[in-house]
């Protein structure tokens, strides 16, 4: 039964109950209407309370029936306002969650109890769309204007002791809600509830509200760089100020259909379902998610704290699971104590805002020199230099202390998980686990399972990925695995286009209206351009290892640019350095302005090189950079080194700033077509055959030959083309 009825003396209890997540499907919907019809017409019925079983009210809307006529049925808003119109009191008994159009319905009721532990909230906008069913128009009612657009454009869950102080519930409880509420409702049986129908009550102006309602709009165009929803949030919420109710309702349902037609909701949907099915994951010999039981882990431990040994560290306290941090000597140990007990700090005040215990829910770290400390660990993440030999030095020596059954783990950017763990005595434990900077904040965990990587570790390691609050994504091993291959022919395609005319700030420009949070020239110069040409000076490309007579644009009979090494042989790393593609205020500044001395500098290159300069075209820039990233995508497919499309695309969303309101590369693709990504690059390689990059990866042809199918159907393709290969 979607939901049942029950009496409690005077009042019925309504309970909704649609596993997992009680989303208001059209069955939901229809046994709502029933149930609550029944309620309303049954006079030994005085009040009623409306709740979710399976610990929790409502994750809203069914997402999955967006595309189907289902929707279309009952709406949501006409059950809303029978609700509200109720001549009985109702009481929403909120427990777990109350989101999208499940909080849209606990706002149609009179009074809402919540459970300590819940999270209310209209995310909406986070899947490319705008509450529609009066969250809008009902919430600023209660709330005020600018309360509710900080819930509404950002979308952010709002634990209940804040939803009580910013006055979207009446009542927190730590015991059984939907008592708290029956409770509740005895008392305001009789009562007016007249203030209490949300939709009656005026939502009033003032001076400024204009003027602060037009500088939201205009901040969020900055935040959320051409995505759409946010905008249209902000419009929404400002029809309900001084206007009837109706006009609200009516420009909500407009705006939704002019998202609809953009197609960004539905490129952020499929992102939104793309995470949670990256979760059931595949291993090449046919084992899978649903069939391995991870072991547990309730001790970890991190080794080096530097850059992204901290992070991980807060992590997994963060998560309860207490942790060793280990480090080289005194003074690197001293520096990232300070660093992880800081951070430490900052999660116990967020804890104590929530009114959470932080003893209860933060772990500690403990720190030391010694490796025999390790001995009984369940997990130990390594976060030394990318150092293949100081890599494996450290497992040595792990594999020495720790437990016969101890996980190691790397979080190497990109070096072989085989040789790593083939100093082990135990390499079926050995799996990489790849953090993004800051590993505390950053939601991708790249999770690369090696030749020998047992199917146990990996659950283990997906599983605590979850734990800790990521997005974790199964991958091949391989150089560099997903996310980092992909990205070197984007940076190769970005390089080509200064020696072709373009400065760093025309390239980052195109992407970042593309929606990119960050351009590659400002990214290289954050994560610091000496990382980049210390690898390639590893690999023979650049320094004392390029043989003599080599031409300065070649190598290996490819083309080659040498731009970014030159930037690095003036000391220009970056903001580390006050200066790389940009200049910055000062070493460690972060503001990034175009530096005149890189267009001089530029301009003297292709002057050596007699390259005549071609004006900056945006639109050759995107196709450029990104169907270079979108064609390796394609050859890291045909390796069987990412499952399916979802699992590049979850990687970029989640770990190098791609917009989700365009899906991820490889939904982009299918967006724009397989057949125009194949004709630029094919064109592009017949005028450039030394750049092995952009040329047409076997398995976009194949999808382009058989007339582009839909991205869902992709996974099969690869399924088809990788057994063949
Ligand atoms: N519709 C359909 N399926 C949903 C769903 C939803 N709203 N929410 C979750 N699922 C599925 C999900 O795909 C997964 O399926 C399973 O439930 C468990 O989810 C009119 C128009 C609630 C915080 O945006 O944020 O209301 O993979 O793995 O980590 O204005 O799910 O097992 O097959 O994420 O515990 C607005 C979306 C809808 C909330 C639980 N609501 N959901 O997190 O589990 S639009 C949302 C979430 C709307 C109205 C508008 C989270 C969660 P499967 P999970 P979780
Ligand atoms: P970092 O230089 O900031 O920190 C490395 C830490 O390791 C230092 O604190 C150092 O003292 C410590 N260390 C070195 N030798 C040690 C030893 N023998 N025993 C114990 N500790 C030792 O480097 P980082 O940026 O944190 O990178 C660490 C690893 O994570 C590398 O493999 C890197 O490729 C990878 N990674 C880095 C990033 C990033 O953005 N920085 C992102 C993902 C992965």
Redesign the pocket.
Known sequence: MAATRRLSHTVAVITINHPPVNALSSSVRHAIVKEFGEATKDPSVKAIVLAGANGKFSAGADIREFATSALKTVSLEDINATIEASRKPVVAAIEGVALGGGLELALACHFRVASAQSRVGLPEVLIGILPAAGGTQRLPRLIGVPAALDVIVRGRHVPATEALQIGIVDEVVQGNVVNAAIQLARTVIGTDLGKRRLSTNFVPSNPNMESFLDTTAEKAKKQFRGAQAPLACIEAVRASVQKPYQHGIEKEKQLFLSLWATGQPQAQQYAFFSERNVGKWTHPSGGRWDTIAPKPVRTAAV???????RGIAISLARANIPVIA???DAS?LEF?KKAVNALLEREAEKLIKQGLTPAASLASVRFTLDFTELCDVDFVIE????NME?KK??FRKLASVCKPDAFLCT???GLDIDEIASVTKHPHLVIGT????PANIMRLLEVVRGHHTSLMTIATAMTLGKTLGKVAVLVGNCPLFVGNRLLGPYLEQANYLLEEGCNPEDVDRALEDFGFAMGPFRMMDL?GLDVGWRSRMEKGLTGNKVPEGTPARQRHGNRYSPVADMLCELGRFGQKAGKGWYQYEKPGGRFAQPDPWVKDFLQKYRDTHQIKPRPSNPELILERCLYALINEGFRVLEDGIASGPEDIDVIYNNGYGWPKHRGGPMYYASTVGVAKVLDVLDQYHKENPDVPSMKPAFLLKKLAAVGGPPIKEWRTQVGKLTNKL
Do not use: D
Request: no cysteine; charged share 10%; aromatic share 12%.
């Open positions: 080794i080096g704290l530097g850059t992204m040994g280990l480090e080289q690197q990232g976060a030394v230099y990318e100081l030095e450290i979080n190497t950017s790849h953090f993004f900077s994560a």
